[in-house]
Each structure stands twice: as structure tokens, then as C-alpha cells.
């Protein structure tokens, strides 16, 4: 069965400071992974999609890795902003099929 | 160009009743796909609609439905409500399947009393 785990699954950090958002998933064949994220009370917005074949991809100050031998992701954010305040999704998406798993999130809250 | 909008915003409706949401996709985009996204379950997909042809499908029952017009709007149809069906409903387009990046709507909340 295909899964996504996320870690961890809330967590508050200060203004300026850097975090890391894990992401396990067991999904099978691969295909991509990506990460969302999602303001309260608005869909998700795309922050990275990574092919099999990409280490690491990034979007501003959010920088995403893969490593598809342990089948981990992260999502590292730097000098944080409190507009970074959110839920960050993991997917992972399987080849052949379109059907996505998501992980079910982690809740970011950065305080002033 | 003008994102993924989603109508109504909100919905009220009781056990029993049916509902209908919509999904306009972004200009050329022609795949929908629909999720329901709860507390409890966090994101789950619903079904994927590219040129009027349902392509997958989630694990949900034959009550949720949808289909696809030409122009590539697509509605959902949830019929004998349950509570369990309070959810945010959300929709996303892409071009041109929906292995490219996702664009996604605000979302219909409907409330199901």
C-alpha cells in the first residue's frame, strides 16, 4: 500500500530561524514527489516537484532534496518569515498511474 | 491569466440532499482533478477528468461523482449525504495531465448537518 509519513507533524519556530520538514513515502513505482503549501482556509500552491532522478530543487528560500535509495524527502526553509506560517504537504506520485498519496501535513507556525 | 476558481465557496446542506460543485480550470488547462481534504484524513483524491474522459479514480463510493464539459469545466456530484461528507472540496487543473504541476482552487467548504 502506497504511504506517505510526515515529520513532524506540527512545529514552531522563531522569525529568521531555518527548519526542516521530513517526508517518508513508500510508494511504488515512483514516479515524483512534490511539495505544497497550504494557507489556512486556500488550496495548496506548488512549492517543488522532483523527478527520481533530481537531488534537490529549489524555490526561493524553500530548498527541497530526494533520496530515492531511502525514499526520504525534506523540505528545508531558510531565515524563515511569518508568512511562512502553513501546512506543508508532502505527495508522491506513483508511475503509470496518476493517483497521488499525500502525506498528511505538517503545521508550520512562526512566531515574531 | 485567471487561477482555478471553484463555486459556491460554502455549502450548507442536510443528510440525504445532493450537491453539485463547480470547477473552472485555468485557461488551456485540460485536466480537473478533485479532492476532499478533512481533518481527519488530511488530502485524499477523488477522480481526475481530462477531455470529458473520467482517467482515475480514488477509493471513495459511486455517491461521488463528476464529469467534464467540453470547454473543461468540470462539476462534482455527491448525492445522499452523509455527515462523514463535511469537507473541503477542493479542485485542480493542469496541462496537459495531471502529472504536470497542479494548480489548485480555493475550495468549496460544505457542511453537511
Known amino acids: 500500500k502506497n504511504q506517505v509519513e510526515q515529520s513532524p507533524q506540527s512545529l514552531i519556530i522563531l522569525e529568521g530561524k531555518n527548519c526542516t520538514l521530513q517526508?517518508?513515502?513508500?510508494?511504488?513505482?515512483?514516479?515524483?514527489l512534490r511539495w505544497y503549501k497550504q494557507d489556512t482556509g486556500r488550496g495548496p500552491v506548488s512549492l517543488t516537484i522532483m523527478t527520481f532522478s533530481e537531488n534537490t530543487k529549489s524555490n526561493g528560500r524553500y530548498t527541497a532534496t530526494l533520496d530515492a535509495d531511502t525514499k526520504q524527502s525534506s523540505l528545508h526553509i531558510t531565515a524563515s518569515q511569518l508568512s511562512d506560517s502553513a501546512s506543508y504537504i508532502c505527495?508522491?506520485?506513483?508511475?503509470?498511474?496518476?493517483?497521488?498519496?499525500f502525506g498528511r501535513g505538517t503545521s508550520l507556525i512562526v512566531h515574531p | 491569466k485567471a487561477g482555478v476558481t471553484q463555486t459556491p465557496r460554502y455549502l450548507i446542506k442536510t443528510r440525504g440532499q445532493q450537491v453539485t460543485l463547480s470547477c473552472s480550470p485555468i485557461s488551456g488547462h485540460r485536466s480537473v482533478s478533485w479532492y476532499q481534504q478533512t481533518p481527519g484524513q488530511g488530502l485524499q483524491f477523488l477522480f481526475e477528468?481530462?477531455?470529458?474522459?473520467?482517467?482515475n479514480k480514488g477509493n471513495f463510493p459511486g455517491r461521488f461523482s463528476g464529469r467534464q464539459f467540453s470547454n473543461s469545466r468540470s462539476e462534482m456530484n455527491v448525492s445522499t449525504l452523509e455527515l462523514g461528507d463535511s469537507a473541503l472540496y477542493l479542485c485542480a487543473s493542469s496541462y496537459p495531465t495531471g502529472g504536470n504541476e497542479q494548480f489548485f482552487g480555493p475550495g468549496t467548504r460544505l457542511t453537511v448537518l
Open positions: 477528468y481530462f477531455s470529458e474522459t473520467q482517467r
Open positions: 505527495v508522491a506520485q506513483s508511475g503509470g498511474s496518476y493517483i497521488p498519496t
Open positions: 517526508c517518508n513515502y513508500t510508494v511504488s513505482p515512483f514516479s515524483n
